[in-house]
Every structure is written in C-alpha cells, then in structure tokens.
C-alpha cells in the first residue's frame, strides 16, 4: 500500500517527507484554500519538493467535462504530465475521465462514498478510486468496509484501478487497509504522526538508553566506545 500525504501546508508536507516512508502528496480545492495561497504557488512548491517521481493528485475544479479537460491540461502544464487529475466520480466526471484516459492522463476518481461510483469510474479507466472513509462513517456506513468491497470489485472484474482511500481520523482505519491490501491511502499529517505515538515504543527506548549510559557514560553512543 501506497502512504500518501493529504495537505497543502509546505511546511508540513516537508516535515512528514524527512521522518516517514511516503509516495507523493493528495490535494483537494478545500485543502487548497485552507493553505491560503494561491493554487499553483503551493502547488509548485510541493512538486520541487517531492520530485517528479513523487505522486502528485489535483482535483479539477470545473463543474462540467469540457471544464474538467481544460482544468487537466493547464495543472498538467504546470506540474508536469506524470500529476494525477482528480475528478469527482459524478457523471460530467465520468465524461471527463473517459477522454482523458484517452489522451493518456492519470487520473484519480475522487468524491467516492458509494461502490457503484468506484465501479464506474474503474470502467472509465481511472488509476485510481478514491473512497472517503471517515466521511462514509460518518454517515452511519463502515468505511473501511466500502473501501475492501471497492477493492474486491476492482480485482474480480480485472479492472486495473487501484482504490486510493481518503479521510481518515486514525490509524486502525489505515491500517485494516493495508492489511487488506489496497493500493494507496492518502492520510493527513497529524494522523501519519499518531501512527507511532505510542508511550510504550518511547519508555523502551529510553530504557535502553539508560542502561547503555550506565555502561559506558553519559550520552555516549557506540561510535564514542
Ligand atoms: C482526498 O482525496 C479527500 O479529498 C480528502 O481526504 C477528504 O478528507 P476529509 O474528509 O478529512 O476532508
């Protein structure tokens, strides 16, 4: 499984890419205005920081297709032809996936809270497919289930779509989904941070810390022995 950031905060996104294993970074327009800065200034900002070779998803904006492929091609312009466009699974959407696949795009069906969208979007040629598994819960459904049926619907009718869960409030949601196998999760800073917050990984450490400074002396490590 893939191990996304979902955020436009550069700071943030650079804080996560220096202590933990991850593939690229999601956006959404919502993310985007809470960075406060304008679209591609941050966005730009986040492609020179992770790399061509990094993920980069950015949704497209306009309410129709013809909109959708115009939004595609100046983000595309800008961050290069390897970004994944985002599109709502809805039907304009569903139009505008078709022709993109067909001009060789990535994309990443977005806006996901029922099976059937992520179907049809596989059917398109999506990349991707993203559930929203905290929004769905939130809605009285299992999220983490709609997700592990997505994925089972993808792989049984051979569609090479990856489900790319999104909304997450906490680490057992993401991690029942990695056990499952799915292809990406896309998780918020402060979230990827609680993965390993655990006050019993920290007093081993110090344990063995303060055992070792027993035996050769304060603040020393190996390469001072
Ligand atoms: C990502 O593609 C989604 O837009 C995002 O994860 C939604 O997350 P939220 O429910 O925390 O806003």
Redesign the pocket.
């Given at each position: 499984m893939k191990l996304i950031i979902?955020d436009a905060n550069v700071d943030k996104i650079k804080k996560i890419c220096e202590f933990y294993p991850v593939d690229g970074v999601?956006t959404?327009p919502?993310?985007l205005a809470k960075s406060g800065r304008q679209p591609f200034d941050v966005l730009t900002e986040i492609r020179e920081l992770i790399g061509e070779k990094a993920e980069l998803?950015v949704?497209a904006v306009a309410a129709e297709a013809e909109g959708m492929l115009l939004d595609a091609k100046r983000i595309t312009e800008v961050l290069g032809r390897s970004t994944y466009i985002?599109i709502p699974a809805v039907p304009e959407g569903f139009k505008a996936m078709m022709a993109l696949k067909k001009k060789g795009y990535r994309v990443?069906a977005?806006?996901i809270y029922t099976p059937m969208q992520a179907y049809l979007a596989g059917k398109c040629g999506a990349d991707y497919a993203?559930p929203?598994i905290?929004?769905i819960d939130n809605m009285g459904y299992n999220g983490v289930a709609v997700a592990k049926k997505i994925h089972d619907i993808f792989k049984k009718n051979e569609l090479p779509t990856e489900v790319?869960a999104?909304?997450?409030?906490n680490s057992q949601q993401v991690l029942e989904l990695c056990e499952y196998g799915i292809g990406a999760a896309?998780v918020?800073p402060d979230v990827i941070e609680l993965f390993v917050k655990n006050p019993a990984i920290n007093a081993a450490i110090d344990d063995f810390t303060a055992d070792f400074e027993g035996l050769v002396g304060s603040g020393k490590s190996l390469k001072d022995c």
């Open positions: 979902d999601t959404n919502s993310i998803h949704q985002k990443t977005t806006a993203a929203y905290n929004r790319l999104a909304s997450f409030k896309t918020a």
